[in-house]
C-alpha cells in the first residue's frame, strides 16, 4: 500500500524519511480560500482539520490502493489571530514584530484516508496543538532572517527545523507537529484506519 502525501512541503517529506517512510509526494491543488468559506464559524482547529481533509480527498479520487495523508497547519497568536503563510517580506516582518518575545499556539490539522480498489474505506482527522516560545532577534537579524525567503510560505512566518529555529526559545508539545507533521497523531489516526505504522516502514 503507498503512502501518499497530499503536500509539497520539503519538511513533511523529511520527517517522514526520517522515520523511516518514503511518500510518494501529490500536491492537491485544494482552493484554501473556498473551503474556510464553506465552513460556518469554524474555530482554528476546526478549519486546520477541514483543510487536511479536503487535501486528502482530493488526492484520494486519484488512487486505488493507498493511505493518503493530509495536513495543514496555522499559528494562533497570543491576540487570537490566526496566521498561516505570510507570502510577502512585509507580511512577515510585520508578524514577526508582534510576536518576538511571545507565545503561539501552532495547530496542525491531520487526514488519513485508506484507499482500496479506488474508494475510501476508512478515514480518520484530528489535529494537533503545540505552544511555540518565540525569541526577539534584533533588527539586523530579522532582516536576514527576511532575505532568506524562508519564512515567507510556511505557516507562521517561522520554521523549527532552519533558520527560524535560531529565534525559537522553545516549545511545549511535539516538535515534529511544528516541523509540519505530527507522527504520534499520524501514527493514532493510522490506527483507526487498521494500519500499524510499523507496516508501512
Not at 111 to 118: E, N, P, Q, R, S
Not at 121 to 137: K, L, M, N, Q, S
Request: hydrophobic fraction near 45%; proline fraction near 5%; aromatic fraction near 4%.
Amino acid at each position: 500500500m503507498r503512502f501518499v502525501l497530499a503536500s509539497a512541503s520539503p519538511a513533511r517529506r523529511t520527517v517522514l524519511r526520517n522515520a523511516g517512510l518514503e511518500p510518494v509526494i501529490r500536491v492537491s491543488g485544494v482552493d484554501e480560500d473556498a473551503v474556510a468559506a464553506a465552513l460556518p464559524d469554524p474555530t482554528p482547529a476546526e478549519l486546520v482539520t477541514a483543510l487536511a481533509k479536503a487535501k486528502a480527498e482530493a488526492i484520494a479520487a486519484d488512487e486505488q490502493d493507498a493511505v493518503v495523508v493530509g495536513c495543514d497547519s496555522m499559528l494562533l497568536t497570543a491576540d487570537g489571530q490566526v496566521q498561516g503563510k505570510p507570502g510577502t517580506v512585509d507580511k512577515a516582518r510585520e508578524r514577526w514584530r508582534r510576536m518576538a518575545g511571545t507565545t503561539a499556539t501552532l495547530l496542525t490539522g491531520h487526514a488519513v484516508l485508506k484507499v482500496v480498489d479506488g474508494r475510501i474505506a476508512a478515514r480518520a482527522a484530528d489535529h494537533e496543538a503545540t505552544v511555540v516560545r518565540f525569541g526577539t532577534p534584533t533588527e539586523a537579524e530579522l532582516e536576514a532572517y527576511l532575505a532568506t525567503e524562508e519564512p515567507l510560505q510556511v505557516a507562521g512566518a517561522f520554521t523549527l527545523d532552519g533558520r527560524g529555529g535560531w529565534f525559537v526559545d522553545g516549545i511545549d508539545g511535539d516538535p515534529s507537529s511544528v516541523i509540519g507533521i505530527s507522527l504520534p497523531l499520524t501514527r493514532r489516526l493510522l490506527r483507526q484506519v487498521d494500519i500499524a505504522v510499523s507496516d508501512i516502514w
